[in-house]
């Protein structure tokens, strides 16, 4: 296989010892507290204030994703860990900035809105200002919020990092040979079952090694969350969720609802699947197992090239940027020891650029999460133009783009390929919307027993398993004969104190995505265009303002049946193909 690269972050800063990087850290906390001071004064200008705020939050994103990029690639170097701590000091200032911001907005609350009215200088505001004015109103008193602040580096924030250090670097022994838990976790797309089963069962005892570390983490995670939530007003974690989703709870349900109620068919393609593999039934690790031999393995120049062409015929717009993104570096594909597994964008505000990291294996899947990765690069590029909190979008629409472009992808792939590479294709799509709606609803209930379980007392890891296979039962239901209780270990979403319930906004993403397309074959041509204007708008109105562009009413099931009609041709298709 050839090179598979590693990001260049030179552009965004030299070195973690560059001089640039330093004055950059001095230079947020300076800002940070002149604006603070300058809230209290009666002369304050309103207008200014909301621009020097946006200021110092791209200062802080920039320093945060640079530090993060440089731990997540390397997650046992000090200098790593020591600059995301400095990061995280100084982002304290920020914190308590945020907190006089918001307490300023509520002040001058009329004249918020006075200037929020068309004509206005901060009409294209109104949204988000109201957004903000509603969030004062969770806020706990100023030092209570600092303080807040404060204990979640040594607590909420270290755990979640425990949870990453551990996930990157466990390993199991076996003999003379030694593997992560992420090489372990890759070894569910091999072809020969006792494979599969022999590291699933690795996999499982290095997180049964663990559990006690991770389960604390979780503990500690959740049991500050509940406290937080509660001591801010909000009727529940989910509410929270909900607020951050920019998604009213109507929505939720339907999306729900539509996920449940289509259930038996993602249960029929695990059948279908167990058959096509002539098995009795398929068990956890059998969810990736490659079916047909048609399967295509990819150098990463072609995964290039294939990637910016499907991107090209979609959209000139969306090819320039992926060939930019590949041409400068902006991507570390390469797995290695000490590099956190899985794959995520992040974007630089200062440096209008983004990077992305993924573990590429040369396999249609590590193809399809690339091009998943660029999709997010691609929604950043349209949107980091903006102000900062007018590009800020939510949970759910952060998934748009991504999908969108998997799809894309898939079905370039599809267009062109013989009879049994189709059925290989169309299963990997079928794994993979298997896991972003049924996998996600798991993880949906998981998380919600959770949070009603801990607010009683700690849970042991051996109540969070329980709660897991219980979960997923609950989801894929006797479609497999054998379930993975550690997936609350596994999955870094659920160690995060400000970001609950991070599963639902991926099957809003993935219906939502699949129903955008279905609008692309009405509209040809113009569609992208069209697209592009929805991205743009994703920082700035909620939601359901946003489908709206593109005429999607997504408090209906109807809509979210749409693409999930979509999924059902292709299981229908699979089915009828594994008969023979």
């Known amino acids: 296989m050839a090179t598979i690269p590693r990001w260049d972050l030179t552009p965004i800063y030299p070195a973690l010892s560059s001089e640039q990087f330093k004055t950059d850290l001095k230079e947020v906390v300076l800002l940070a507290n002149k604006l603070e001071k300058d809230l209290l004064s009666p002369s304050c200008n309103i207008v200014e204030a909301v621009y020097a705020y946006e200021r110092i939050l791209d200062y802080l994103e920039n320093l945060s994703a640079y530090s993060s990029c440089l731990l997540t690639t390397e997650t046992g170097n000090p200098d790593f860990l020591k600059a995301v701590n400095q990061v995280e000091e100084e982002a304290l200032v920020v914190q308590r900035l945020e907190v006089s911001f918001l307490n300023f907005l509520k002040k001058h609350e009329m004249e918020v809105h006075f200037l929020t009215k068309e004509g206005e200088p901060l009409f294209s ?3 988000v200002l109201s957004e903000l004015l509603e969030e004062q109103e969770h806020l706990m008193e100023p030092e209570l919020e600092n303080l807040a602040s404060d204990l979640a580096r040594s607590g909420s ?12 670097s466990a390993t199991s022994e076996e003999g003379s040979e030694s593997k992560t838990v992420v090489q372990l976790r890759n070894e569910a797309f091999h072809e020969d079952r006792d494979v599969r ?4 069962e690795r996999e499982l005892s290095v997180w049964k090694t663990h559990e006690v570390a991770f389960a604390a983490s979780l503990n500690g995670v959740k049991g500050t969350t509940l406290t937080l939530d509660k001591a801010r007003g909000y009727e529940s974690p989910l509410d929270r969720a909900l607020k951050q989703s920019r998604i009213e709870p109507k929505v939720l349900t339907a999306l729900i609802t539509t996920l449940e109620k289509n259930l038996p068919m993602f249960r029929g393609y695990l059948k279908a699947k167990a058959k096509a ?3 009795e039934s398929c068990a956890f690790y059998d969810l990736f197992a490659p079916v047909g031999t048609g399967g295509k393995n990819y150098t990463f120049p072609e995964a290039r090239s294939f990637i910016i062409r499907q991107f090209s015929l979609f959209s000139e717009d969306m090819g320039i940027f992926a060939e930019k993104a590949f041409s400068n570096n902006w991507i570390d594909a390469e797995p290695r020891k000490g590099k956190v597994g899985g794959a995520y964008d992040t974007s630089f505000p200062l440096a209008q650029q983004s990077r992305i990291l993924s573990n ?9 999460t690339l091009a998943h990765e660029l999709g997010h690069a691609y929604h950043d590029s349209v949107v980091l133009s903006q102000s900062n909190l007018l590009r800020s979008y939510p949970m ?8 969108f472009s998997e799809y894309v992808v898939f079905q370039g792939a599809i267009s062109a390929c013989s009879s049994d590479e189709r059925l290989t294709l169309i299963e990997h799509f079928l794994q993979d919307t298997t896991q972003v709606c049924v996998d996600i609803l798991s993880r949906f209930y998981f998380e919600s027993a959770v949070f009603e379980k801990r607010a009683e007392g700690e849970l042991v890891a051996d109540e969070l398993s329980a709660l897991m296979v219980e979960a997923q039962k609950r989801s894929y239901g006797d479609a497999l004969s054998v379930y993975h209780p550690y997936m609350w270990a596994v999955k870094g979403h659920y160690y995060s104190s400000d970001l609950s319930f991070y599963n639902y906004p991926y099957a809003f ?3 939502f995505a699949l129903g955008l397309y279905a609008q692309k074959e009405k509209d040809g041509p113009i569609f992208a265009a069209k697209y592009r204007s929805l991205l743009e708008k994703t920082g700035s109105a909620s939601a359901q303002e946003v489908a709206l562009i593109l005429d999607c009413d997504i408090t209906s099931e109807k809509f979210w049946q749409e693409g999930m009609d979509i999924i059902a041709s292709y299981a229908q298709e699979f089915a009828h193909a594994s008969e023979y």
């Not at 924030?157 to 990157?168: G, K, M, N, P, V």
């Not at 590429?360 to 399809?368: E, K, Q, T, V």
């Open 509 to 511: 993403g993935q219906l």
């Open 277 to 279: 593999l002539a098995l």
């Open 396 to 403: 759910t629409l952060a998934e748009t783009a991504s999908i």
């Open 360 to 368: 590429f294996d040369g396999s249609f899947n590590a193809l399809s």
């Open 157 to 168: 924030d270290a755990f979640s990092r425990l949870q990453e250090a551990i996930s990157s």
């Open 197 to 200: 089963k022999a590291a699933f």
């Open 125 to 127: 505001y109104r949204y």
